[in-house]
């Protein structure tokens, strides 16, 4: 299921969402706070759109690497 998640300039995701797709930036809908971005991704922990066991568990497993140029999830223990 694609998801979005608010993540920081260090790459730790402080939250993720279902539902709403990122028709471009800023035009989401979510309001980040400064220092904070907004990236879509497929999830496949995620099984329905209110799935908070599988969005928690997103936000404690992963993070996000590559920012700015091609900011993708990872796992967090994973080195790049």
């Known amino acids: 299921m694609r ?3 608010v993540y920081d300039e260090n790459g730790q995701i402080v939250s993720a969402a279902g539902g709403t797709p990122v028709e471009s930036p800023g035009r989401s809908g979510r ?3 400064a ?3 907004i990236l879509e991704v497929e999830a ?6 209110r799935d908070f ?3 928690r568990k997103v936000v404690e ?3 996000v690497a590559g920012h700015p140029a091609e900011p993708h999830v990872i796992a967090r223990d994973t080195a790049e």
Request: glycine share 10%.
């Open 31 to 33: 309001v980040v706070d």
């Open 44 to 49: 496949e922990e995620i099984r329905y759109e």
């Open 61 to 63: 497993r992963y993070r």
């Open 53 to 55: 066991d599988g969005l």
């Open 3 to 5: 998801i979005q998640v």
């Open 35 to 37: 220092g904070q971005y």
